[in-house]
């Protein structure tokens, strides 16, 4: 039984995700989702009409292929249709996420047919929606074992390595499917993102030309050698093949954001300013559209439009800590001193409450360069301003507290930004871009 890579679905929503690996048309997802409803209640004849239907819309669908040839093999004898049925019910599953009963169903195949590669193949892709991914790895090894001459398979495995980030396996697996069925534009396509994960972006868009020959219609070829050429610096194809991606897909915002982030880094803003407005129409529930067009707007030196562009973020998703450190510098270049702390005091805050030990990035090309002191109620004098580390060794932590984690160790003459004040703690920044807490003490010689 021939078996095809994109067994499960897009809830498994597959591995390299924030590449894309696997790319599905919504109509053709939308009528498989009901195909499979037909085979999970046994109504073959219904199923395979909705499948194939699927295919239309689709043609390189692999779970709308995978439902015919499975029903085709319970009608040729080759498998029971019970054991069929258990497929279906696993795959339905996943569509739901209910991970449990997924591997039930595949438990429930096997026992009937140990010899059943498929059920393995489900299972694993199961353990990569549960996060682990040993456990898929032992998987794909039994039914590469059952059947060893399936291409797919090695995708699978492969695939599961670059999600451990073991390129080189990943590659070698890629490799054998290859060899395997040289005509298949997805082994071509994923050892081009091992590539593009080991930071071999030549080899990488080699792969991409190879998958893109293979199958010119598919958007996601492009937008990944366009993301290769955009890791090389080559903003000019990178554009060219994003542009490419949306014309087959107008309607997927990835495509638009990634141009838009290689205008911006030609320096053309106001093509980014578009591309990341075409962003936010499309998913206006979003905040990276927001985000990335008031970055844009920001390297435009349009302040004011930048901070409502990062308001809008920040009010859509309140706990990313490079919003308001972005808002700030945008407050910090317009000369608010006043909001530009109140927002890096906001960042840091945010970002030491999702996780102590992180450090938050902020954009430093306008740094705070004036001492300035601020006479807060009650008369208090507080500093803001470069200030010179003057104790051997000064840690710098995660929290206004001695019993926080300390997240870096500056030397005397270290020179830091202190952009806020709370008691005998400052909030600093250091290192270009990073932000911390640091004690009175460590500046008490230059006071």
């Not at 797919?152 to 499917?177: L, Q």
């Not at 903003?235 to 309607?251: E, T, V, W």
């Not at 911006?264 to 499309?282: C, H, M, P, T, Y």
Request: proline letters at 3%.
């Amino acid at each position: 039984m021939k078996v095809f890579v994109g067994i499960i679905t897009l809830a498994l929503v597959l591995l390299f995700t924030s590449v894309g690996l696997c790319y599905y048309k919504a109509t053709a997802m939308e009528i498989h989702t009901v195909a499979l409803q037909y085979a999970v209640e046994g109504k073959f004849e219904e199923a395979r009409h909705g499948f194939a239907t699927a295919l239309e819309f689709d043609p390189s669908f692999g779970p709308a292929k995978t439902g015919l040839e499975l029903i085709e093999d319970v009608g040729n004898l080759k498998i029971r249709k019970e054991l069929a049925i258990h497929h279906f019910k696993a795959d339905s599953y996943i569509i739901k996420g209910q991970w449990d009963k997924a591997i039930a169903e595949c438990m429930r195949a096997i026992q009937m047919n140990p010899k059943f590669a498929m059920a393995y193949i489900d299972r694993g892709f199961i353990h990569i929606g549960k996060g682990d991914y040993d456990q898929a790895v032992f998987d794909f090894d039994k039914a590469i074992e059952i059947e060893p001459l399936q291409p797919e398979f090695y995708i699978d495995r492969g695939i599961v390595y670059s999600y451990k980030s073991d390129f080189d396996r990943a590659i070698s697996d890629f490799d054998k499917a290859i060899e395997l069925n040289p005509k298949q534009g997805i082994g071509y396509y994923s050892r081009g993102l091992a590539y593009q994960g080991k930071g071999d972006s030549d080899r990488a868009v080699s792969d991409f030309d190879e998958a893109i020959a293979l199958n010119p219609k598919e958007a996601m070829g492009y937008y990944s050698r366009g993301m290769a050429f955009q890791g090389k610096g080559d903003f000019d194809q990178a554009i060219s093949d994003f542009s490419k991606a949306i014309a087959l897909n107008p309607k997927e915002t990835m495509g638009y954001y990634s141009r838009g982030m290689a205008f911006r880094n030609k320096g053309d803003f106001d093509r980014a300013i578009s591309d990341f407005g075409k962003v936010i129409d499309l998913s206006p529930m979003e905040a990276t559209g927001y985000y990335s067009r008031g970055m844009a707007f920001r390297g435009k030196s349009d302040f004011d439009q930048a901070i409502s562009d990062f308001s809008k973020a920040i009010a859509l998703n309140p706990r990313e800590a490079k919003f308001y450190n972005n808002r700030g510098t945008a407050w910090q270049r317009k000369g608010d001193y006043k909001r530009a702390v109140a927002d890096y005091a906001k960042a840091l805050e945010v970002e030491t409450d999702c996780k102590a030990e992180a450090v938050p990035k902020a954009d430093t090309r306008g740094t705070l360069d004036r001492k300035k002191v601020v006479t807060p109620v009650g008369g208090e004098k507080r500093i803001r301003g470069p200030k010179t580390i003057k104790v051997p060794t000064g840690n710098i932590r995660a929290k206004p507290t001695t019993s926080s984690a300390v997240i870096a160790k500056l030397g005397r003459g270290t020179v830091v930004t202190i952009i806020h004040q709370e008691g005998k703690w400052y909030a600093v920044k250091f290192s270009g871009d990073r932000l911390g807490w640091a004690h009175e003490v460590l500046f008490e010689k230059s006071q």
